[in-house]
């Protein structure tokens, strides 16, 4: 089966600070990736859609300047949160799909935490 | 607009008994998929089904089976004898056919929290 990774799985960082998170498909190519966040006793909700060597297309509300989006090849989306805020504490999850993967593969999520 | 409804928050059941999760769905689409995930306390979402609009076919995995019922925009998920290990929270998601960029966008439902009491 498709296998998507993240990291960190778990970062705690102090205000103000920037932090990055990689999401990585191991063994397919990932022509689109997605962000989402999910806080405590929440949904999931959508953040953002790259496409492999495109811009991010954010969702409304969230904001681009904040959350930076690269997805610079086939297997590797980052996002990083800039100056962080602990508002911004939540769970982030990435998931994958690709031309042979009509379906999205998630990885683990990554927990942040802002002091 | 698509909108997936999963109108129980919690339900708690003792083990052994069985439990049926709802979700209703909307969508304009003709062609979609429909897909249920687990998410443990960990954290982490885990597949268990992907049925499309064309296939109603109930579907009986092990324990887990699926009612999928295009006329009343339902898909329903039962857990058979559940066990403490089915305590988690579970998601129904609705997902358009591939259109380009954003394509197989999810869009969730709010989760059903289940707690299978020993």
């Known amino acids: ?115 | 607009a698509q909108k997936v409804t999963q109108a129980q928050t919690e339900i708690s059941v003792v083990e052994k008994e069985d439990v049926t999760l709802d979700c209703v769905y909307e969508t304009r689409d003709t062609t979609y998929y429909l897909f249920w995930y687990k998410q443990p306390p960990s954290g982490e979402l885990v597949f268990l089904i992907r049925r499309n609009s064309f296939d109603e076919q109930n579907e009986i995995s092990g324990r887990y089976s699926w009612n999928f019922q295009k006329s009343t925009s339902s898909f329903n998920f039962t857990i058979t004898a559940s066990q403490v290990v089915d305590s988690a929270v579970y998601f129904c998601a609705l997902s358009e056919t591939y259109s380009g960029a954003g394509s197989y966008q999810l869009t969730f439902g709010k989760g059903t929290k289940l707690s299978v009491i020993p």
């Open chain 1, 1 to 115: 089966g498709a296998v998507v990774s993240q990291h960190p799985s778990r970062v705690i960082c102090k205000s103000g600070t920037s932090v990055k998170i990689e999401c990585r498909s191991l063994d397919f190519q990932a022509t689109t990736m997605f962000w989402y966040r999910q806080f405590p006793k929440q949904s999931l909700m959508l953040m953002a859609t790259s496409n492999e060597g495109s811009k991010a297309t954010y969702e409304q509300g969230v904001e681009k300047d904040k959350f930076l989006i690269n997805h610079a090849s086939l297997t590797l989306s980052t996002l990083t949160v800039t100056s962080a805020h602990p508002e911004d504490s939540s769970f982030y999850i990435c998931s994958a799909t690709g031309n042979l993967r009509p379906q999205q593969y998630f990885g683990p999520g990554t927990r942040l935490t802002v002091t």
